[in-house]
């Protein structure tokens, strides 16, 4: 019997200057997903994955329905503590997913949000905000950056001073772009969303003569240089009195240590050159212009606004993700991620909604249901955060529930009868994503190696975020002081590789095999052997 002993201390960086051709000879060597689940004692934690080779631990999604078709790609998403103070989450960043449960790329960033694919300049990058996350009577924005990957995860940020009262100090600084919105335009500009504390008399609204706010602001940057092409402040545009959160409820008592965060901006676009901006706080979605900043209409979620009522069963409130689509001279359809709820008022099911408007707007115009996507049977009451993929690669939808740690795939059929993917990822009301996404990415890493760790005469490899390996060639030397040889092949599975260590080895070595290419070695293990 052998017996194969890892000296983790021996693990050698070790490069290769070529990348040779596969040996298409090599032995196939059997292997199979690294499957470990963790469970904390106390039930507080969700469950988590771990590896030997990566010290990431992903969520272990649970998995209640998976059936049809599916869009192409993968799930993003930012699982996060909603309370700080009681971990829920093992680990609290940005994840790459599988439909089918493994972990392609983990990223170690806490409180992330909006992490997903954009083109830019038409390459595709990874982007996300990282920052500072509001607590106490400010909770609901922040203070960050927005940063973008690209295919081989090197990374650049855009990080402007967009000179804001932000009331807090340390550790926001340096930092002014808000957590919700941070969207690349047709113009390869950039648009994201930011708060800004402002003295205001809210008398008017049984607020203090000399207030504060947390106003709104929609501002478009220029990507490289980050100059101000666009900025928009809610409180100029929009009377206060639209707001649906009064004074003294949950979004602040309207003091210094207690703005009222009226407005609530948490999406905005570009429609050509005008801006959709949504208010979580006002119910409303509005359609602003990009040459004056003025409000051309409104959407309210009950009344209409400057549309006629919504029908009764397709009102919307304290909503996310408004998006415009099918835009002509003539109409859109609008899509929303209908909350439906706050903490304060709860008890409908969030849903996604599609409407179609007229335009321009009138009174006399209905908006018209497209689509109303939900599962009666097993509703989901989302207080906070959420968005709504109306388009997926084959027509399919995702919804993605925010404070509710479930994300949701449906069939394109315009009630949401057609679920066919459901996902748990945390616990109800203790883990976060802020949104959700579903992105075709292909990636490999220039700055790190794939990981390759031996115990017990087994070898785990990965490699974080390398999306294309088809297979690990597998290399040997029966004395520390030689070069491997290619004994075989592994097929790469799941995150994490595993399989046996093949007999005789002292070192082992493997190559990640991309199109039938080697394109990289991992480390090289030393296995001390006593035969
Ligand atoms: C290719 O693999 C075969 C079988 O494992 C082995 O005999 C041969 O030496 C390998 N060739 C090279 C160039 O490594
Ligand atoms: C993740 O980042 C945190 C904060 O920088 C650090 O303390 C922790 O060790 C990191 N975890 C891993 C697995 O690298
Ligand atoms: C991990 O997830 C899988 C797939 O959803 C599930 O079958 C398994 O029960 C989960 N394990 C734990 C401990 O939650
Ligand atoms: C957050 O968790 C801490 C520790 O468990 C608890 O004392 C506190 O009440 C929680 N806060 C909220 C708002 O639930
Ligand atoms: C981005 O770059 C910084 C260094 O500038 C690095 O610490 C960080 O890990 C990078 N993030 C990603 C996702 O590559
Ligand atoms: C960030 O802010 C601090 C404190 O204002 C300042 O000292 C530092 O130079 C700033 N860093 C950057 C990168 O702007
Ligand atoms: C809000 O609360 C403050 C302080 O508790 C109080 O003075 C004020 O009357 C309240 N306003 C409303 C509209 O309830
Ligand atoms: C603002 O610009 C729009 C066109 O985008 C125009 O229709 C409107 O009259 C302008 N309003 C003001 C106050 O200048």
Request: with cysteine.
């Amino acid at each position: 019997m052998r017996l194969l002993l890892a000296f983790a201390g021996c693990a050698l960086a070790a490069r290769l200057a070529h990348t040779p051709k596969a040996n298409s000879s090599a032995a196939t060597i059997p292997s199979h997903a690294y499957v470990q689940v963790e469970t904390d004692p106390k039930g507080a934690i969700w469950p988590w994955r771990v590896f030997k080779s990566s010290p990431y631990t992903p969520p272990n999604m649970t998995i209640t329905v998976n059936q049809g078709e599916l869009a192409d790609g993968f799930i993003f998403m930012t699982p996060a503590n909603i309370n700080l103070s009681a971990p829920a989450a093992e680990m609290d960043g940005g994840f790459i997913m599988t439909s089918d449960n493994e972990a392609v790329f983990a990223l170690n960033t806490s409180g992330i949000t909006d992490f997903r694919v954009q083109h830019y300049k038409g390459q595709p990058y990874l982007t996300y905000w990282s920052g500072y996350n509001t607590e106490g009577a400010n909770v609901g924005h922040g203070y960050g950056q927005v940063n973008f990957v690209d295919s081989s995860y090197s990374n650049f940020s855009v990080n402007p001073d967009l000179g804001l009262n932000k009331l807090v100090t340390t550790p926001v600084a340096n930092w002014s772009i808000d957590i919700h919105e941070h969207l690349v335009t047709p113009w390869n500009t950039l648009l994201v969303s930011a708060y800004n504390n402002t003295p205001w008399d809210l008398s008017p609204y049984g607020g203090p003569v000399d207030g504060w706010i947390a106003d709104s602001l929609a501002v478009e940057l220029d990507i490289e240089t980050w100059e101000v092409l666009f900025k928009w402040v809610a409180s100029e545009h929009v009377p206060l009195s639209e707001s649906q959160l009064h004074i003294n409820a949950s979004a602040g008592i309207g003091t210094i240590a207690s703005p009222w965060d009226w407005f609530h901006i948490n999406a905005g676009e570009m429609v050509g050159s005008d801006y959709l901006i949504n208010s979580r706080h006002c119910w409303s979605t509005y359609y602003v212009s990009g040459t004056n900043g003025s409000v051309q209409w409104r959407i309210q979620g009950v009344t209409g606004g400057d549309f006629g009522p919504l029908p009764a069963d397709s009102t919307f409130s304290w909503q996310h993700y408004a998006r415009a689509h099918n835009v002509t001279p003539t109409g859109m359809d609008l899509s929303v991620f209908d909350n439906h709820n706050t903490i304060a008022v709860n008890g409908t099911p969030s849903n996604g909604l599609v409407f179609h408007l007229e335009l321009p707007p009138s009174t006399s115009y209905t908006p018209q249901l497209l689509r109303k996507i939900e599962t009666p049977s097993e509703p989901i009451y989302a207080d906070s955060q959420g968005d709504y993929i109306v388009e997926l690669s084959n027509g399919n939808q995702l919804l993605g529930y925010g404070q509710i740690a479930i994300t949701r795939e449906y069939g394109p059929a315009t009630d949401g009868s057609d679920l066919r993917w459901q996902a748990q990822f945390g616990g109800l009301n203790t883990v976060q994503s802020y949104r959700a996404f579903k992105h075709v990415w292909h990636a490999t890493p220039a700055a790190w190696d794939p990981s390759l760790v031996v115990e017990s005469g087994y070898a785990y490899v990965s490699w974080n975020g390398a999306t294309e390996v088809e297979a690990w060639n597998v290399y040997v030397a029966n004395s520390t002081s030689a070069n491997g040889t290619l004994v075989g092949q592994a097929a790469k599975e799941g995150f994490e590789t595993v399989f046996e260590v093949p007999a005789g080895a002292a070192t082992l070595q493997v190559a990640a095999v991309q199109k039938g290419d080697e394109v990289r070695r991992s480390n090289t293990v030393h296995i001390g052997s006593v035969w």
